[in-house]
């Protein structure tokens, strides 16, 4: 099948200017839209659903584009690079490389340092100058390990709790920054990236045929903000001086929504939703660093401590808010007795704090103080409190887990993971503190290049991730089933969402069916598809011979769900590897990792992989909230007259365009809810849903009015 994503320029954030005519056109290489296509900006989520959408996906699925439609839908991605990664120019200021170390303490003479504060220098540092008191002139960073530094040269003092200042290693360089002539991707053409520090771009992008490039919009908020814009200029006409037809957004974005935009002009449309689980580290043995795991599930409650501290108060995790137990209505310390009752409703400490630090919040425990033993809801203490505060906080130092801090990474701002993120966290942010590092949304290599990529979390689409790994989000839930026989039984499933069956479910895919009534000895649980047949919604799966007879009709709705389905390698491949060369022509790939082959039909380089990183999503956080895996709407704004124009889009067709691609209350099936597009969003990742609209209000998170 034919792939075809527009990429028209390069990436960045923010909103468009209202103006963009010139008498002259300028040059560009890519297509520039025509004043009859339509045009969609915004979010890095549903950046590739809609590329799908409008273009069919790798995998063999067919888009909009397929019907030889006489306009297009074009999708202006996110980022300049069609893996989603920020773009780079070819040089830029070192300072924003930066980083500053706190706490570090040293004798004269020492040429390693641990860093316990601040921030600890990575890749990008390694090679670049170091200073600060104790550290002689023309100093650099050789090596770091977790919080330890090595250095060019001895210090020339002895030191206690002092800040180092950590440069980059000279001028940027192209390619993503990552350790220096080792990383796969880094380096441009034949010149390996040997600053690991990459240089950022503002990239741009020509919207509109006859236009000038203008920045392009990158994430949801900085979309909505530029479609928007459009509006305001008065650009409205579609077909005539409409720029920007619809922005994508996976936040909700009535908080951004101008007075001075009329009201009901916008439709807020749903399309699909997406989990956003916290990514972390996947090698095990990385989680014992200094003796401590690293790996532990965290609450929103949790996210919040740790995304809202600032540098100096940045948190470990062996912090007891993090990995041990904190009990806040404890009545019976008193003083000059080293026995705690613990209330009942509150946690008890268990065996991992038994020998770890116990801290309270008046400050009656004298410090150094640590758990000896526990008994029931009794605990001692290794030494006894010097007051009787009444009612106090106790906090619990859990054993095993790392004193390293944790690095938590926020995307960038303007995107709507960071927006829907900072939200969702508990209580919210309205910004994330000095202790979060930015970063490129839904960038699993961010943690991978991450000093300790161990310590290091993030946010992150599931949809994104599954791209990834290579793998379709294949889950349908239906509204119910009929069969009869004595197996294997044929058995025809509806979905809820009046969708035809799934067709990427072929003979072999496990399903698991739950809820189903019936005389079998088995009625519920994991079967194997023999065979499925896509027109009528049905397949057949093996049954134990003669397990009992399934009532027709009576069984109750599924979930029935497909699991995961391997596509072969994730959709990304490595960008060292030139188109059909076997050879890499980046720094640090080894020669012939990308493959071999001769046409492009047999060719296929090594794909990207996430093998180092996976999404967080079982596990009960130690205070007893449940783990942040929020499930989030994926949205479409179009302005309200297009949604009611009476102008049909296409020369045959009889409906307009948000009618033909979006969301129609007509007869008619818009494409995005036919079975070939909810199979291309199935495809990119995210779970498909009939679309629904409302008008965008002000507080459209609780608007209920339909769109007409």
Not at 135 to 143: D, F, P, Q, Y
Not at 157 to 180: I, K, Y
Not at 621 to 646: E, H, K, M, Q
Request: aromatic share 6%; hydrophobic share 35%.
């Amino acid at each position: 099948m034919l792939h075809r994503t527009f990429k028209l320029g390069l990436v960045a954030a923010t909103a468009l200017a209202a103006a963009l005519p010139l008498l002259a056109s300028p040059a560009y290489a890519d297509y520039a839209p025509a004043k009859n296509d339509v045009v969609g900006v915004g979010s890095d989520v549903l950046q590739y659903m809609i590329d799908f959408l409008a273009n069919g996906d790798a995998y063999g699925d067919s888009g909009f584009g397929a019907s030889n439609p006489h306009y297009l839908l074009v999708n202006i991605d996110a980022t300049a690079d069609a893996n989603g990664r920020l773009a780079y120019g070819v040089s830029g200021g070192a300072a924003q490389g930066t980083v500053v170390g706190t706490g570090a303490t040293f004798a004269s003479g020492a040429t390693t340092i641990t860093v316990t504060g601040g921030t600890v220098p990575g890749p990008t540092q390694v090679g670049g100058a170091v200073s600060g008191p104790g550290i002689a002139s023309g100093t650099t960073l050789v090596s770091v390990s977790f919080d330890t530094v090595t250095l060019s040269a001895a210090t020339t003092a002895s030191e206690s709790n002092v800040s180092l200042t950590f440069s980059p290693s000279g001028e940027c360089t192209p390619g993503t920054g990552g350790s220096p002539g080792v990383d796969t991707g880094t380096g441009n053409g034949t010149t390996p990236n040997t600053g690991g520090y990459p240089c950022v771009l503002n990239p741009t992008v020509v919207l509109r045929a006859g236009t000038q490039a203008v920045q392009r919009p990158n994430g949801s908020t900085a979309g909505f903000l530029a479609f928007q814009q459009d509006i305001l200029a008065g650009n409205n006409t579609f077909g005539s001086n409409e720029v920007i037809s619809f922005a994508r957004a996976s936040s909700q974005e009535s908080g951004n929504l101008s007075a001075s935009v009329p009201t009901g002009a916008i439709d807020q449309i749903t399309v699909a939703t997406d989990p956003l689980p916290m990514l972390v580290n996947a090698n095990p043995s990385n989680h014992a660093l200094d003796g401590g795991k690293t790996d532990y599930p965290l609450s929103a409650q949790q996210l919040s401590i740790i995304y809202g501290a600032n540098n100096g108060s940045c948190l470990t995790w062996n912090d007891p808010r993090i990995s041990g137990v904190v009990d806040t209505s404890v009545t019976s310390v008193t003083s000059g007795v080293d026995t705690v009752t613990i209330p009942s409703g509150d946690t008890v400490p268990g065996a991992n704090e038994v020998g770890g630090a116990v801290t309270d919040s008046s400050g009656a425990i004298p410090g150094s103080t640590t758990l000896v033993s526990v008994s029931g809801h009794t605990v001692t203490l290794s030494a006894a409190p010097t007051a009787s505060p009444g009612t106090d906080t106790l906090s619990f130092t859990n054993t095993l887990a790392s004193s390293d801090q944790i690095i938590p990474i926020i995307p960038q701002v303007g995107s709507g993971t960071r927006s829907y993120f900072l939200k969702s966290v508990v209580p919210l942010l309205s910004n994330p503190g000095t202790c979060a590092q930015v970063a490129e949304e839904n960038d699993p290599t961010a943690i991978h290049n991450s000093a300790v990529p161990a310590d290091a979390i993030e946010p992150m689409s599931y949809g994104r991730y599954l791209l990834y790994a290579g793998e379709q989000n294949s889950q349908q839930t239906v509204s119910g089933f009929t069969s009869s026989g004595s197996g294997p039984y044929s058995v025809t499933f509806t979905t809820s969402n009046g969708a035809t069956f799934n067709q990427n479910w072929v003979a072999g895919t496990t399903v698991t069916v739950s809820g189903v009534t019936s005389s079998a000895t088995a009625p519920n649980g994991t079967f194997t598809i023999t065979s499925v047949n896509d027109a009528d919604s049905q397949f057949t799966v093996s049954v134990p011979s003669n397990p009992g007879t399934y009532t027709s009709g009576g069984e109750a709705a599924g979930p029935v769900n497909g699991g995961l389905t391997d596509v072969g390698g994730g959709y990304f491949l490595d960008p060292s590897c030139a188109y059909e060369n076997s050879t890499a022509t980046s720094g640090g790939t080894p020669a012939n990792s990308c493959g071999t082959g001769g046409g492009t039909s047999a060719f296929k380089p090594q794909s990207v992989t996430v093998n180092d990183v996976t999404p967080q999503q079982t596990g009960t956080p130690s205070d007893g909230n449940a783990i942040f895996d929020p499930t989030r709407p994926l949205y479409i704004y179009v302005r309200s007259a297009d949604l009611d124009s009476t102008k049909d889009w296409q020369p045959t067709g009889t409906t307009n365009w948000v009618q033909t691609l979006f969301y129609t209350t007509k007869s008619t099936t818009p494409f995005i809810d036919s079975a070939e597009g909810q199979v291309l969003l199935d495809d990119a990742g995210v779970t498909p849903q009939i679309s629904t609209c409302v008008i965008l209000t002000t507080s459209a998170s609780t608007s209920t009015t339909p769109c007409t």
